[in-house]
T-cell receptor, first 112, second 110 residues
Framework: DAEITQSPRHKITETGRQVTLACHQT?????MFWYRQDLGHGLRLIHY???????NKGEVSDGYSVSRSNTEDLPLTLESAASSQTSVYFC???????????FGDGTRLSIL | EDQVTQSPEALRLQEGESSSLNCSYT??????LFWYRQDPGKGPEFLFT???AGEEKEKERLKATLTKKESFLHITAPKPEDSATYLC???????????FGQGTTLQVKP
């Protein structure tokens, strides 16, 4: 069955370090998204991509970057981790702009 | 500014006690409204998409409805396994971006 997987599921790191979260989908979807989920804020969009070599900023993109070198993967990089970036991160993909997004099970990231 | 508000924040029901969750929205050019279910430690699981006012979708004990200003998720005779957080999201414009509400956490007691 097609799926979307995120790794690692849990990570602890220190402030100032570079961190990369992986997202891999086997649906062959063109659209991929990264969200963070925090108490009191719900899910907020960080970055998204409509296809290979395409990336776009979401509402909370500062301090994050993505790159899309193939259809299956959209890694999320925190250039210099800050404590405010402690959160649960979700990756999602969709077949097209008006189709539902399907989510991975998230990465819980703690920055000390 | 596009906005989605869900109420109540939390809801406790007895098994078999039917109720409704509300999702009110203000967006310019609604393209779709999505309902998701999220279990602890898991990602949101897609339930329904509604595209136009008057539309209804059903799945087992769940029924979603849509008006021009809000959507309801009706839960009929809930069971403990329906306990979860239910998220509502709207899509405005043709970007594919979703704006999420903060969710309603439902607990169904046996």
């Amino acid at each position: 069955d097609a799926e979307i997987t995120q790794s690692p599921r849990h990570k602890i790191t220190e402030t100032g370090r570079q961190v990369t979260l992986a997202c891999h989908q086997t649906w062959n979807h063109n659209n991929m998204f990264w969200y963070r989920q925090d108490l009191g804020h719900g899910l907020r969009l960080i970055h998204y991509s409509y296809g290979v070599h395409d990336t776009n900023k979401g509402e909370v993109s500062d301090g994050y970057s993505v790159s899309r070198s193939n259809t299956e993967d959209l890694p999320l990089t925190l250039e210099s981790a800050a404590s405010s970036q402690t959160s649960v991160y979700f990756c999602a993909s969709s077949e097209s702009q008006n189709q539902p997004q399907h989510f991975g099970d998230g990465t819980r990231l703690s920055i000390l | 500014e596009d906005q989605v508000t869900q109420s109540p924040e939390a809801l406790r029901l007895q098994e078999g006690e039917s109720s409704s969750l509300n999702c009110s929205y203000t967006v310019s050019g609604l393209r779709g409204l999505f309902w998701y279910r999220q279990d602890p430690g898991k990602g949101p699981e897609f339930l329904f998409t509604l595209y136009s006012a008057g539309e209804e979708k059903e799945k087992e004990r769940l029924k979603a409805t849509l008006t021009k200003k809000e959507s309801f998720l009706h839960i009929t005779a809930p069971k403990p396994e329906d306990s979860a957080t239910y998220l509502c999201a709207v899509q405005a414009g043709n970007t594919g971006k979703l704006i999420f509400g903060q969710g309603t956490t439902l607990q169904v007691k046996p």
